[in-house]
T-cell receptor
């Protein structure tokens, strides 16, 4: 069955450092990969999308890579800030249908 | 800005009660979704609707039904609430016509069934 794995352990980093979160998937060939941010008690908020034919995408301090051979995406936050502390969810979509598969998310804590 | 609102942030119901969760979006999106989110399990799709009066089952539809009488409103119904339906329920909407469209989520309803 299709499966997304995100590190269930929280990631703790110091302010100013680069946070790197990993998303691995199996038994799926997604056309699109999305990253969302979720704050406690809130719904997820869309951050970035990357297509299968794109290797890398950037938006301000965020960078996403997508390696369809390794079946992996990396999500980087450079110059991290305490306000970046949240749970980050990876989500996959195929080209057809309606279904988006979400990972369970990785909790990020950025210490001042 | 897209806005997705849900009728309640917190809800406590008793086992066997019929429960209605309402979701409204204001951006004329064709697609609407209901998910539940449990620790360690991620978001699991309950039902999806791609048009008024149209619905598709997601991964875990058992014990739930949905209604979409108007484009902006998508309701989730728990026919007879059970304790294993205690969860965070999230509604989302998106444009149709492309799989790349992101979903916009509501704030969620934390439902406790006692």
């Amino acid at each position: 069955s299709q499966k997304i794995e995100q590190n269930s352990e929280a990631l703790n980093i110091q302010e100013g450092k680069t946070a790197t979160l990993t998303c691995n998937y199996t038994n799926y060939s997604p056309a699109y990969l999305q990253w969302y941010r979720q704050d406690p008690g809130r719904g997820p908020v869309f951050l970035l999308l990357i297509r299968e034919n794109e290797k890398e995408k950037r938006k301000e301090r965020l960078k996403v890579t997508f390696d369809t051979t390794l079946k992996q995406s990396l999500f980087h936050i450079t110059a991290s800030q305490p306000a970046d502390s949240a749970t980050y969810l990876c989500a996959l979509r195929g080209t057809g249908g309606f279904k988006t598969i979400f990972g369970a998310g990785t909790r990020l804590f950025v210490k001042a | 800005d897209v806005k997705v609102t849900q009728s309640s942030r917190y809800l406590v119901k008793r086992t066997g009660e019929k429960v209605f969760l309402e979701c409204v979006q204001d951006m004329d999106h064709e697609n609407m979704f209901w998910y539940r989110q449990d620790p360690g399990l991620g978001l699991r799709l309950i039902y999806f609707s791609y048009d008024v009066k149209m619905k598709e089952k997601g991964d875990i539809p058992e014990g739930y039904s949905v209604s979409r009488e108007k484009k902006e409103r998508f309701s989730l119904i728990l026919e007879s609430a059970s304790t294993n339906q205690t969860s965070m329920y999230l509604c989302a909407s998106s444009l149709s016509g492309g799989s790349h469209y992101e979903q916009y989520f509501g704030p969620g309803t934390r439902l406790t069934v006692t």
